[in-house]
C-alpha cells in the first residue's frame, strides 16, 4: 500500500536541497540545477533513499540515477535537477512518486518497478541531457564538449560523480517507463480536473525567419516608398494567424517569441527583421503543412512589401505518441482515483520520456499546475491532486503488474 | 559671378579631411564626426579659405565656425561634420556653397553675405548640439556634460579650440539665415527635379510605448489562453496604419523603428514589449490628432487582447514654417534656374535651420540625393544638380539683397 504521508514527506525533504526558502509561508522554490553542489547532495540522499526501499542505487557516466528492482520491471520517474530558479515540484514529484510507487509495491510483493531521476532534463547543457545521453541521441563525448552559459564542461561537471558511476543501465531490464510530471500550463487548473492522462508529446518545428528591406531615414523617406521590414513581419503575423484558422486543433501552438530589428532605432525606417517561427502539434501531417503555409505566407508578404527573405536551418523534433497498454493502465487508474476530473491531452512541453521512447514504451501522466505557472519560485500543486498523481501511478502498476511489454 | 569650377574645386578639397577612399570611381564619403581630427583640419582649412574670401574667420567657444562680413549681413551655411561614416556632401554642401555666394557678391561688391559651418550637427553627443547652444535651446554647461558613445565629454573635445574661439556671435547683426541641403530622402531624385524649396521642417514626437502581458511556456500555453504582447503590438500596428488613413497627407509619416520583445526567447510567449513610436508632420494640430488616435488605439488593442500599457514622455519638436520673403527668393531664383524642374516639399529631417529659427527669418533649399541615399560613403548628387543649388543660392542672395528682415 502507498503511503501518501511518507511521499509528501520524501518530498519536502527533497525540496531542502538547494531551498530558495524555508518555514511556512515563503516560497517553496529550488536553486537546485545539475551538477550543482545542492543537486549532487540531493542525489547522494536519494541514492539512500532508494537503498532503504530494498532497491539498487546506480549512477550511470552522466550522473543519472537508478533504483534498480531484480529482474525485469517497469520504469518509473523524472528528474530532480531544476531551472536556476525552479518550482519545487516539476520533476522532483515524479522521482518521488515512483520511489513510493516502488518502495510499496516491494514492500506488498507487488510486481518490481524500478526508479529513474535523469540528469540534466532543465538543459543546463543541452536539452534533456541526461535522458538524451542514455536512450542513444546524443553520444557521450558530444555531450562531454558542451558548456553552460558560464563555461563550464559538462566532462568538468560529472567528474564529481566519477567515483560512484557505473557503466549505463542496460534499458532491456525495463519493460516500459511511466513519467509523472505536473502540466506546466493552465489546463487542467482551469478545467479545475485533477489528472491528465497524455496522449502524445507534440512535435515542434522552429525557424529563424529573415524580412530584408530598405534601411532609411524614418523623416525623409515617405511611406509609399518605404520597404520596411517590420511592417513585412507585422502583416505576415496576421496573415499567418488568418490562413492556419482551418488548419489547426485547439492543441496546436505557434509562437513569434523573438524578434531582432536591424538597425532598431526609432528615427530609422527597419531595413532588416529576423524572428523565430515556432510551431508544435501532435501530428506530423499538420506540422508539414503549417511549414507549407508559413512559407507560402513569407513569399506573399514579400512581394506585397517588396522585402527580401532568408530562412535559417529549420529544428524539428518529432512528435512521440504514447504506448497504448501504459496508456490505458493510466487512463483507468485515473478513472478509478478521480472519475470525471481526468481528461487524455497533449503535452506541450519537452520531457525526459520524448527520449526513453527511443527505446522503451513510454506514457506520461499529469498533474495541475496552480494557474499555469512553472519554472518559477511560485510554482506550487495541491496536496490533494499530488496524492492523486500518485495514486494513479500506483494504480497503473499494479494494473500492468511489471508486464508492460506485451 | 558665382565660378562653379571653384565651388566644385573647394567642394572637393574639404572630402580630402576625412576621405573613406582617394582617387577615381572609388568611394567618395568622409569620417569626420564633430571635434575629430580630421574635423579640426577641415574648420582650420576652411577658415582659410574664409580669409581669402575677405572675411573674417569667427570660432565660438562651442567651435562653430563664422566667416562674418562687415556690418548687418544674410547668413548662409550648414556644417562640415559628418557621421562617422557619412556622405561627402551632407552640410558640407551648404558651407562651401555659401562660402561661392559669399565670395562671388564680395568681388562683385554684391549684398554683403555672411558664411557659417555649425558644429556636431550630426549629434556625436546630442542633436544638432553647436546650432542648439549658439540659438539658446541649450546652455554650454548643458552641453559641456554630454559624452559621445566612447564616453568623451563634450566639454574636453571643444578645449582643442579653446586658443583660437572668441565669444558667441551676435545673432541681431544677421538678417537672416539660408541653408542649402542635400534632400536626404528620395523625393527629387525619382521625380527627375533639381530643387526642393523647403516649406517648413516639419515636428516630431517620439515616444516608447509598452504592451505588457503574461510571459508564458510557448509549448504548453493555449492559443485563447495567452496574453502574448508581440500578438498585441502587431494587431496595433495594423489597426492603426487603418485608422490613420483618413488624417494624414502624404507627406506625413509613422514609424515603429525600435522593437524590444521580453524574454525574447523562441520558446517562449512574449510577456512584454517596448517599442518605439514617431510620426512626423508639418501641422502641429495634425501631430496632436494623431497622437489621440495612437492612444485610443493602444487602449483598444489592450482590451482586446488582455494587455496592460505604459506610455514613456513623448517627444516633441515643434514643426518649424520657412520665412515668406527668403523663401519667395528662393522660389523666384529656382524657377529661373530650373523652370519646371523645382518643387515646394516639406523637409523631413532635422536641420541646424531649426534651432536657427528661434533667432532669425530661416528659409532651405534641397537638391537631389541620388537613390535617396545618405548617411552613408554612397551618398552622391549630379554635378549639375550641385550647381543648380549654388545658382538658386546666389540668385535668392542678389534677389534680397542682403536685406532679408523687412
Given at each position: 500500500m502507498?503511503?501518501?504521508?511518507r511521499?509528501l514527506?520524501?518530498l519536502?525533504?527533497l ?6 526558502g ?13 551538477y550543482?553542489?545542492p543537486?549532487?547532495?540531493a542525489r547522494?540522499?536519494?541514492?539512500g533513499?532508494?537503498?532503504q ?7 550511470d557516466?552522466?550522473?543519472?540515477l537508478?533504483g ?5 520491471s517497469?520504469l518509473m ?16 514529484l ?8 516502488a518502495?510499496?509495491?516491494r514492500?506488498?510483493a507487488?510486481p518490481?518497478?524500478s526508479v529513474?531521476s ?8 543541452g ?14 563525448d ?7 552559459h558560464?563555461g ?13 558511476s557505473?557503466?549505463?543501465v ?12 505536473i502540466?506546466?500550463?493552465p ?5 479545475r480536473?485533477q489528472?491528465?492522462?497524455?496522449s502524445?508529446?507534440?512535435?515542434i518545428?522552429d525557424?529563424?525567419?529573415?524580412f530584408?528591406g ?6 525623409t ?5 518605404r520597404?520596411?521590414?517590420f ?7 496576421a ?15 505557434w509562437?513569434?517569441?523573438h ?8 528615427s530609422?525606417v527597419?531595413?532588416r527583421?529576423t524572428?523565430?517561427?515556432q ?6 501531417a499538420r506540422?508539414a503543412?503549417?511549414e507549407?503555409?508559413?512559407r507560402d505566407?513569407i ?6 512589401y517588396?522585402?527580401e527573405?532568408?530562412f ?10 504514447m504506448?497504448?497498454?501504459l ?5 483507468a487508474?485515473?478513472e478509478?482515483?478521480?472519475p ?12 525526459d520520456a520524448?527520449n ?8 506520461m501522466?499529469?498533474v495541475p499546475?496552480?494557474?499555469?505557472i512553472?519554472?518559477?519560485?511560485a510554482?506550487?500543486?495541491d ?16 494494473r500492468?503488474?511489471?508486464?508492460a511489454r506485451?
Amino acid at each position: 500500500m502507498i503511503d501518501p504521508d511518507r511521499f509528501l514527506s520524501d518530498l519536502h525533504k527533497l525540496r531542502r536541497f538547494g531551498a530558495a526558502g524555508v518555514g511556512k509561508g515563503v516560497c517553496k522554490g529550488v536553486r537546485r540545477p545539475a551538477y550543482s553542489e545542492p543537486d549532487i547532495a540531493a542525489r547522494t540522499w536519494l541514492a539512500g533513499r532508494i537503498e532503504q526501499a530494498g532497491l539498487t542505487p546506480h549512477f550511470d557516466p552522466m550522473g543519472n540515477l537508478f533504483g534498480l528492482a531484480e529482474g525485469p520491471s517497469l520504469l518509473m520517474g523524472s528528474h530532480s535537477d531544476s531551472q536556476p530558479e525552479g518550482g519545487w515540484l516539476d520533476g522532483a514529484l515524479g522521482v518521488i512518486a515512483a520511489l513510493e510507487v516502488a518502495r510499496a509495491s516491494r514492500e506488498s510483493a507487488g510486481p518490481p518497478i524500478s526508479v529513474v531521476s535523469f540528469q540534466d532534463e532543465e538543459g543546463r547543457f543541452g536539452v534533456t541531457t541526461g535522458s538524451a545521453v542514455w536512450s542513444g541521441h546524443l553520444s557521450l563525448d558530444e555531450a562531454d564538449a558542451l558548456t553552460d552559459h558560464g563555461g563550464n564542461r559538462l566532462q568538468q561537471m560529472r567528474s564529481v560523480l566519477a567515483e560512484r558511476s557505473d557503466g549505463f543501465v542496460d534499458p532491456a531490464r525495463f519493460t516500459g517507463f511511466v513519467e509523472l510530471h505536473i502540466e506546466q500550463g493552465p489546463v487542467l487548473d482551469q478545467a479545475r480536473e485533477q489528472i491528465g492522462v497524455v496522449s502524445d508529446i507534440v512535435g515542434i518545428r522552429d525557424m529563424n525567419i529573415t524580412f530584408s528591406g530598405q534601411q532609411n531615414h524614418a523623416g525623409t523617406t515617405p511611406m509609399h516608398l518605404r520597404r520596411d521590414a517590420f511592417q513585412g513581419l507585422a502583416a505576415f503575423n496576421a496573415a499567418l494567424n488568418d490562413r492556419l484558422r482551418n488548419v489547426v486543433t485547439p492543441r496546436t501552438v505557434w509562437t513569434i517569441g523573438h524578434v531582432a530589428l536591424h538597425p532598431n532605432a526609432s528615427s530609422i525606417v527597419p531595413g532588416r527583421v529576423t524572428f523565430s517561427m515556432q510551431w508544435r502539434d501532435g501530428d506530423p501531417a499538420r506540422l508539414a503543412r503549417m511549414e507549407t503555409i508559413i512559407r507560402d505566407t513569407i513569399a506573399d508578404i514579400a512581394g506585397q512589401y517588396a522585402l527580401e527573405t532568408g530562412f535559417g536551418p529549420m529544428l524539428g523534433l518529432e512528435p512521440v505518441a504514447m504506448d497504448a497498454t501504459l496508456r490505458g493502465a493510466l487512463e483507468a487508474a485515473a478513472e478509478d482515483v478521480a472519475p470525471g476530473r481526468w481528461r487524455v491531452m497533449p503535452s506541450g512541453a519537452l520531457h525526459d520520456a520524448t527520449n526513453v521512447a527511443r527505446l522503451l514504451p513510454v506514457a506520461m501522466l499529469f498533474v495541475p499546475s496552480i494557474g499555469g505557472i512553472s519554472h518559477d519560485f511560485a510554482e506550487d500543486t495541491d496536496e490533494t491532486d499530488l496524492v492523486a498523481g500518485l495514486r494513479v501511478l500506483a494504480g497503473a502498476a499494479e494494473r500492468l503488474g511489471g508486464q508492460a511489454r506485451a
